[in-house]
């Protein structure tokens, strides 16, 4: 089905990502199997205008350096099944904390909308959140929606709905490091281009190679390991 | 050049702080982005979690809330589960009758009447009627609590006792999810990140009485436990039977975990930081009818899946014959004298043996080979019920053994799958069956021989 696209939703713990995954979905969840991991993830469709969103809910982690199965597991999906819209969900009234994960995932893929939860909530506690100036500063979309109340729902669906098109175009601003881990990376970086082409950002690799991260390397060697031997 | 060697090159460019300089880059920007997204328009802080939180983590109050909270959500199962449930033994026993006649009307064979009438239709029925109604009280309730925002809190308060033992002050929540079902608490354990002590949560987690082994706890607690009152005080000691087998069961996750962590898996517990979200007032409607119907409906499909081919099998082993005996009754006569060992029977032994693919099934099987051997009555009420346990010499110790032996005794077949799933080790699936069998073994044996040397019985 040329129609259905992949939208996996990664997010802190308690941010009200399953909310949001079953109020999109309705009750129509399923638990579904991926390649590679002996795990399930719940996976439910959303039809919009003429397409079908699948939605992944991955598991809710505060960060993805792997430092634990699931926050494994929901890195894996994000770059390597590359799904075709990554949406982060964030707490309304803890984004500080919220957006270290949201900046670690613009490192890792480029079809990323920032979504922007709880915000009945935060509105009620005096927070007001510019999401201009902050899809400004992020290089995607920021929306902020209430998956509770279901509000924002249409601007979210409309969102992934236009970059899947190709009417928007995401260029997620990355992270700048002090100068002696980007002159590390500059060094690096092009000799993992050469070897991984463009099937994972060759910053992000360098980067996580850098930080000694041996479960990536050997889930590289062991995606590409083989390909690279036909080839 | 391959991955590997530009990992070493990598590695070597790299410097100790490096990890420390990316996390600090990180927050400062989520700090800049936020000083410049966000205006707070008024300081108005989220004082109510905190006083909340003083009352629900305070060191006075916090565990006996706990046991309260606890408690209560057995007491509304137990009470609450009474009346559907022999509503529903009423309803498919008389749908039975109709069964019956409509095989005798198209002239079935006896045999073919025997599987899918006394064997299929009976062993289903019966863990539909004692699993629906508590599930579907159960799960809600316990939904509700965890939607509010109480479980981090139960984690936080017990936090310094797995401490004590070695363990991760998680490894309550991934208990709590082990009350609903072990097998997915076993994959819930992800979320401690340390190898050691989610080995320990994987190890323990069948110490708690899962969904399927409420129906067998709660039949027999109400049955000999709570036989002599009535009415709202029975359920009430029903429901202190059952915290008391709860904690019992707490207390050996305790003494395993200390045990294990002194010997097989030695370690410090590591520290963690473990985030007590705001109180939020849960979408009461959407989360009782999610956790009714989605959660109670797999949960009674699985059961649905085993019991029937189990009752299937138990019908066929009861009524083939070797001689003048049965498959069957061949068994229970070898496990016998090791099951009176115990203060159980053979039979006993036999449904828990039959009953490794799910624990749901164990008091069925247990009841189909009582029936199986002569007094065939129809188990109409639990006042029948009770008749064919003491037929078969049942007394109240009989009884605490089941319990305590179903408490304790080896993970089901889909919980051990999941734990060889999750540690990739055969040695360590092996200790998560051997252990609980042990202790399973050991803990009735010796309150048997204890009871009978003292001539309590």
Redesign the interface.
């Known amino acids: 089905m040329g129609n259905s696209y992949r939208v996996a939703l990664a997010g802190n713990?308690?941010t009200g990502k399953s909310?949001l995954f079953?109020a999109l979905t309705g009750?129509r969840?399923h638990t579904g199997n991926w390649a590679g991991k002996?795990?399930s993830l719940a996976q439910g469709n959303v039809l919009y205008k003429d397409k079908t969103f699948n939605l992944i809910d991955l598991?809710g982690t505060y960060s993805l350096?792997s430092?634990?199965?699931?926050e494994e597991?929901a890195r894996n999906y994000i770059v390597f099944e590359k799904p075709d819209v990554t949406v982060v969900v964030l707490d309304a009234?803890s984004?500080?904390?919220n957006?270290?994960l949201a900046?670690?995932v613009l490192e890792m893929t480029k079809n990323v909308i920032i979504c922007i939860n709880l915000i009945d909530?935060a509105e009620?506690?005096?927070?007001?959140?510019?999401?201009r100036?902050?899809t400004n500063?992020?290089g995607v979309p920021v929306i902020k929606i209430s998956a509770?109340n279901k509000k924002g729902f249409p601007m979210l669906l409309d969102t992934i709905d236009r970059i899947v098109t190709g009417a928007i175009e995401c260029v997620p601003v990355q992270?700048?490091?002090?100068d002696?881990?980007e002159e590390?990376i500059k060094?690096?970086e092009p000799?993992?281009s050469?070897?991984?082409g463009n099937r994972l950002s060759a910053r992000w690799v360098?980067?996580r190679?850098?930080?000694?991260d041996?479960k990536l390397?050997n889930e590289?060697?062991k995606r590409?390991g083989q390909k690279e031997g036909s080839e | 050049?391959?991955?590997?060697q530009?990992?070493s090159?990598?590695?070597q460019?790299?410097?100790a702080k490096?990890?420390d300089?990316?996390?600090q880059?990180?927050?400062e920007?989520?700090?800049r982005?936020?000083r410049?997204?966000?205006?707070?328009?008024?300081?108005?802080?989220?004082t109510r979690t905190e006083k909340l939180d003083a009352i629900f983590t305070s060191p006075i109050f916090g565990f006996p809330i706990m046991l309260t909270m606890l408690g209560v959500l057995f007491y509304l199962t137990i009470a609450g589960a009474n009346i559907p449930s022999s509503m529903l033994a009423e309803f498919f026993g008389s749908l039975e009758i109709y069964l019956s006649a409509f095989f005798t009307f198209i002239q079935a064979p006896d045999w073919v009447h025997g599987v899918l009438v006394l064997g299929l239709y009976r062993g289903t029925t019966w863990v539909i009627s004692v699993m629906l109604p508590p599930m579907a009280i159960f799960f809600p309730t316990f939904a509700l609590l965890e939607n509010y925002g109480y479980l981090p809190r139960v984690a936080f308060n017990m936090d310094r006792l797995f401490k004590r033992v070695g363990a991760h002050g998680k490894q309550s929540l991934t208990m709590a999810m082990g009350f609903g079902c072990n097998a997915a608490a076993v994959?819930s354990t992800?979320?401690?990140?340390s190898p050691r002590e989610r080995m320990l949560a994987i190890l323990t987690n069948n110490f708690v009485p899962c969904n399927g082994r409420w129906g067998t706890l709660i039949v027999l607690a109400s049955l000999f436990m709570a036989a002599n009152f009535t009415g709202g005080l029975k359920s009430l000691v029903t429901t202190g039977v059952i915290v008391g087998i709860v904690m019992f069961g707490i207390i050996v996750t305790f003494f395993v975990s200390w045990v294990l962590s002194k010997t097989a898996l030695k370690g410090v517990p590591t520290h963690y930081t473990l985030?007590l979200?705001?109180y939020?007032k849960p979408?009461i409607f959407?989360t009782v009818?999610?956790s009714s119907?989605?959660k109670s409906w797999s949960v009674l499909m699985r059961a649905v899946k085993v019991a029937a081919p189990a009752a299937i099998l138990t019908w066929v082993f009861a009524n083939i014959f070797i001689g003048d005996t049965s498959i069957l009754m061949y068994a229970v006569e070898f496990l016998d004298p090791f099951g009176k060992l115990l203060g159980l029977d053979g039979y006993i032994m036999m449904a828990f043996i039959l009953g490794l693919p799910a624990n749901e099934i164990v008091l069925p099987i247990l009841l189909m080979g009582y029936l199986s051997t002569g007094s065939l009555t129809e188990v109409d009420s639990l006042v029948d019920l009770k008749q064919i346990f003491l037929d078969h010499g049942w007394t109240w110790l009989t009884a605490l053994n089941m319990m305590l032996f179903s408490l304790l005794h080896y993970p089901c077949g889909t919980t051990l799958l999941n734990i060889y799933?999750e540690t990739k080790s055969k040695k360590w699936t092996f200790l998560a069956f051997l252990i609980p069998t042990v202790i399973a073994i050991l803990v009735p044996l010796i309150i048997t021989q204890t009871v009978r040397f003292f001539g309590w019985l």
């Open positions: 713990p308690n909310t079953n009750l969840q002996t795990v598991p350096f430092n634990s199965n699931d597991v009234t984004l500080e904390r957006f270290n900046l670690q909530v009620k506690q005096g927070i007001n959140i510019n999401e100036i902050l500063r992020l509770r992270t700048t490091y002090p002696d881990i590390q060094n690096i000799k993992v050469e070897l991984i360098s980067l190679l850098l930080d000694g041996e390397l590289i060697s590409f | 050049m391959s991955i590997q530009l990992y090159e990598a590695q460019l790299s410097t490096l990890r300089d990316i996390v880059r990180l927050y920007r989520s700090h982005l936020c410049e997204g966000i205006k707070y328009t008024e300081s108005r802080r989220d994959i992800r979320i401690i990140e985030e979200p705001p939020r979408k959407d009818v999610r119907l989605t799933k």
